[in-house]
């Protein structure tokens, strides 16, 4: 027989796993933008993120979103701070980006970890189409980034 206080922490179980689960939200920084530690401007500054970095979003309240940057670490940065440009940032040691989205496809060229690329297309089949700063494009596997 289950204790009392049990059934009440079953039903809330069971409650949970029937919520939907929640899609990742990547955005992209629109301009320089510095992280603090608190959703408030007289919070501690944490670090600096730069233009077009992929960033997952946490929660937003108000003007201000509680952010994870590919690193892992967390922090709050102002809304606005963000643009509508997806990027993603290159997590392999290093990646060729190909003509079309397959292994067999000629290289286009090769980034190294930590480089920023903009999301030209929404990913298909396991590549996503980028165009790097320079303004060369192609393909990339997904494998080989984050923030997408």
């Given at each position: 027989?289950?204790?009392?206080?049990?059934?009440?922490?079953l039903a809330?179980?069971?409650?949970?796993?029937?919520?939907?689960?929640?899609?990742?939200?990547?955005?992209?920084?629109?301009?320089?933008?510095?992280?603090?530690?608190?959703?408030?401007?007289?919070?501690?500054?944490?670090?600096?993120l730069?233009?077009?970095?992929?960033?997952?979003?946490?929660?937003?309240?108000?003007?201000?979103?509680?952010?994870?940057?590919?690193?892992?670490?967390?922090?709050?940065?102002?809304?606005?701070?963000?643009?509508?440009?997806?990027?993603?940032?290159?997590?392999?040691?290093?990646?060729?980006?190909?003509?079309?989205?397959?292994?067999?496809s000629?290289?286009?060229?090769?980034?190294?970890?930590?480089?920023?690329?903009?999301?030209?297309?929404?990913?298909?089949?396991?590549?996503?189409?980028?165009?790097?700063?320079?303004?060369?494009?192609?393909?990339?596997?997904?494998?080989?980034?984050?923030?997408?």
């Amino acid at each position: 027989m289950l204790r009392p206080i049990l059934l009440p922490m079953l039903a809330l179980a069971g409650a949970l796993t029937a919520l939907p689960a929640r899609a990742l939200e990547y955005r992209s920084l629109a301009d320089n933008a510095i992280v603090y530690d608190a959703c408030s401007a007289k919070a501690k500054p944490l670090f600096i993120l730069m233009k077009g970095t992929p960033v997952e979003v946490i929660v937003s309240v108000e003007k201000w979103v509680k952010i994870r940057e590919q690193s892992g670490g967390l922090g709050c940065l102002e809304s606005g701070r963000l643009g509508n440009t997806a990027h993603v940032i290159v997590t392999a040691p290093s990646a060729s980006v190909h003509q079309a989205g397959d292994e067999k496809s000629p290289p286009v060229f090769s980034v190294a970890r930590q480089v920023v690329l903009e999301v030209v297309e929404k990913p298909t089949g396991g590549w996503v189409r980028v165009r790097h700063r320079d303004g060369q494009t192609g393909y990339i596997p997904i494998k080989s980034v984050w923030g997408i």
